[in-house]
């Protein structure tokens, strides 16, 4: 619903550590005001009362997977970001592990040019490394892309960086963040050998976080920070999983001034291997859902800061696809739609509070990549807004699903809280459950 100017009125508006009553007026795409009270001065103005909900910054989902080009079968930009806008996430960047994979500047440029003719959320993407294609990374402009992905350890798509030369050179030359997925691919491969030997193909699903081990993780996630250490490259490290990995992390100093980061997605802070018996391969993740006391090692280095951000690693499949024996079902699930919800849930339970959230979700993800003028409710920032409802309780069903592959580790789940209303750049996209033929979304720019 586009309108020039919006008054949003009786927020409880969650910012920078703190929660205060006032009403938000809306000029074009930016915020314009904050204050106690602001009155319509025209009849123009489209008035939101929202009495006894929360306004929260849009969501800055840092790691998300969508699957176009190449695998549209799964999910395509304009389905999951529909999702993602449902979901409170107004803003998300993209991974590089589409067919063909993001490894060139003219393979990159093409996923701006559908997004911006699809996508209903803003965006970006990261550029894909691999072992044979530094020229390209070195073409590619900071100011343009929100980071280099390289993986560590293969996962879908397979783009392995396994080479430790070019890896080094690769810390060495570029100036973008470079983001990691880490599990050592050696340890994996001995691991599964031993379980083919064992079971054949059918490996039970509780084996998966022996296969994709602990140890895995940590050999690769402090072999990065060490070669980030010895290059000075900036780091930010992808989906930790494992408490013994929350060690390797610091909060000593201010986000803005780190330069080695990491994040934990929602999956990881939700479940456990306890799981596996009734979820199976729908919780396949790579790195792998661990234990609970791994599970509660997270949620400790996140409130404590050595986590900077949670993200949801959104990676959608076929359930057709997960239901394969262990080999051949793939590793990933689609959460942008339920990911904030999950964490209001954790609200709920004590664990965490509001601001914590939205410290995580909207402003740190805007620090870490220097996204411009977004993640915070702030007169002249882009007006990207969620209006949450924390006591409205619904039930995830197929039904009310908006992933293309028509799945959710959700499903059954009763959640206390709903998104109501999602503004992106100053335009009403969604509210209670209906979309508007609108698609305001743009382009994520970079101040670097």
């Known amino acids: 619903m586009k ?4 008054l949003i009125k009786n927020a409880k508006i969650v910012n920078e550590g703190s929660i205060f009553e006032g009403d938000i007026l ?3 795409e930016f915020i314009k005001e904050i204050s106690d009270s602001i009155s319509a001065k025209s009849s123009d103005v489209k008035v939101l009362d929202v009495e006894g909900s929360y306004v929260f910054p849009g969501v800055i989902d840092d790691q998300v997977h969508f699957r176009e080009p190449g695998l549209t079968h799964k999910a395509t930009i304009e389905t999951e970001s529909k999702a993602a806008i449902a979901g409170g996430i107004t803003s998300f960047i993209e991974m590089p592990n589409t067919v063909p994979n993001t490894t060139t500047v003219e393979k990159l440029e093409k996923k701006f040019d559908i997004a911006a003719k699809t996508s209903h959320a803003n965006y970006s993407f990261m550029f894909g490394g691999t072992n044979d294609n530094l020229e390209e990374i070195l ?5 343009n892309v929100a ?8 996962s879908t798509g397979n783009m392995l960086v396994d080479n430790p030369e070019v890896l080094e050179k690769i810390f060495k030359s570029t100036k973008l963040l470079i983001a990691v997925h880490c599990e050592d691919e050696t340890t994996i491969r001995e691991n599964l050998d031993i379980h083919l030997k064992k079971y054949g193909n059918d490996i039970p699903i509780e084996c998966h976080p022996i296969i994709r081990s602990e140890e895995a993780c940590y050999l ?3 072999k990065a920070i060490e070669l980030a250490k010895k290059t000075g490259a900036r780091l930010h490290v992808f989906h930790l999983s494992t408490g013994k990995e929350t060690k390797l992390f610091s909060n000593k100093i201010p986000l803005k001034d780190k330069k080695i980061t990491a994040e934990v997605c929602i999956h990881h802070l939700w479940f456990s291997d306890e799981d596996y018996k009734q979820k ?4 396949k993740w790579n790195p792998a859902v661990k234990t609970a006391n791994d599970r509660e090692e997270l949620w400790k280095a996140l409130l404590d800061d050595r986590i900077d951000v949670i993200a949801t690693d959104h990676a959608p499949h076929t359930l057709q696809e997960k239901k394969n024996v262990y080999t051949d079902a793939p590793s990933g699930g689609p959460l942008v739609q339920h990911a904030l919800v999950a964490m209001v849930e954790a609200y709920h339970k004590g664990k965490i509070s509001l601001e914590k959230i939205v410290e995580k979700m909207c402003h740190n993800p805007a620090i870490l990549f220097q996204i411009d003028r977004r993640g915070y409710v702030k007169p002249g920032y882009f007006a990207d807004l969620v209006v949450v409802d924390i006591n409205s309780p619904w039930t995830v069903k197929k039904e009310n699903l908006l992933y293309k592959c028509g799945w959710s580790p959700f499903e059954g789940v009763n959640f206390k809280s709903r998104v109501t209303h999602t503004f992106v750049n100053g335009t009403l996209v969604y509210q209670n459950s209906k979309f508007f033929d609108v698609k305001p979304a743009k382009r994520l720019t970079f101040n670097r």
Not at 3 to 6: D, L
Not at 139 to 143: A, C
Not at 280 to 283: K, P, R, W
Request: avoid cysteine.
């Open 139 to 143: 073409k590619v402009d900071p100011k």
């Open 220 to 222: 690769s996630s402090s």
């Open 3 to 6: 309108e020039k100017t919006v």
């Open 280 to 283: 199976g391969t729908l919780i």
């Open 147 to 154: 980071a280099l992905k390289l993986f560590l350890g293969s």
């Open 26 to 28: 809306i000029e074009g």
